[in-house]
């Protein structure tokens, strides 16, 4: 008998399209992005095949929405984390929450599926910018905090070190030695001191 192991998310019917989405991220964290087919996410959320497909269309779409519904929930979580933090505990906890955990991040995972066949609708396109410039606009904000840079400065600057992040990011998902999480926040964390001293 397989042992399928506990996860921390939990599945709900009333929002058939938010159920599917959660089994999604089930199926995700179970069986991997090669090996996922649409299959696994339906036998997780105890749909048809067929039924999964009505809602979504394709494997890939199903993608993009998990990644749409993951982000938002991690927008709303890390505005009300960060707003409990003094500024410097809040630059530190916005660079890990934004960088990749190791290879296997499921968030980070999704968006590199998501770029190697990106949607083709402007309003899914325009959402996932959203994403980013709610990143940046946060980390705007607790670089004001902790500087004298005007807004437009700050701004600069928090675009630049969010696209530094991605590049991090990037070394951390294929899993290069010695490019690890814990290298990538200090690689960050180092450039933005320099800016900001």
């Known amino acids: 008998m397989r042992m ?21 991220l089930l199926a995700i964290e179970e069986v991997g992005f090669t090996q996922l087919r649409v299959k696994d996410i339906a036998d997780r959320a105890g749909m048809s095949t067929s ?24 927008d709303e979580r890390r505005g009300a984390e960060l707003a409990r933090l003094d500024a410097r505990a ?11 955990q190791g290879p296997q991040d499921v968030r980070w995972r999704l968006w590199a599926q998501v770029i190697a066949r990106p949607p083709d609708d402007e309003e899914t396109l325009l959402r996932l910018d959203g994403f980013f410039r709610s990143w940046a606009a946060e980390l705007a904000a607790i670089v004001r905090r902790l500087s004298d840079l005007g807004a437009e400065a700050a701004e600069d600057f ?13 070394d951390v998902l294929l899993g290069i030695p010695g490019h690890d999480a814990l290298w990538a926040k200090e690689t960050v ?9």
């Open 51 to 74: 039924h999964v497909l009505y809602y979504f269309g394709s494997r890939d779409r199903i993608l993009v929405s998990t990644l749409l519904m993951s982000e938002a929930d991690l």
């Open 158 to 170: 928090a675009v630049r070190h969010c696209r530094l992040m991605d590049g991090l990011s990037g």
């Open 4 to 24: 399928v192991r506990e996860s921390k998310i939990t599945l709900e019917r009333p929002d058939m399209r938010a159920h599917v989405l959660k089994a999604a």
């Open 90 to 100: 809040a630059l530190d906890r916005l660079v890990e929450l934004y960088l990749p």
């Open 189 to 197: 964390l180092a450039s933005m001191r320099r800016e900001l001293a």
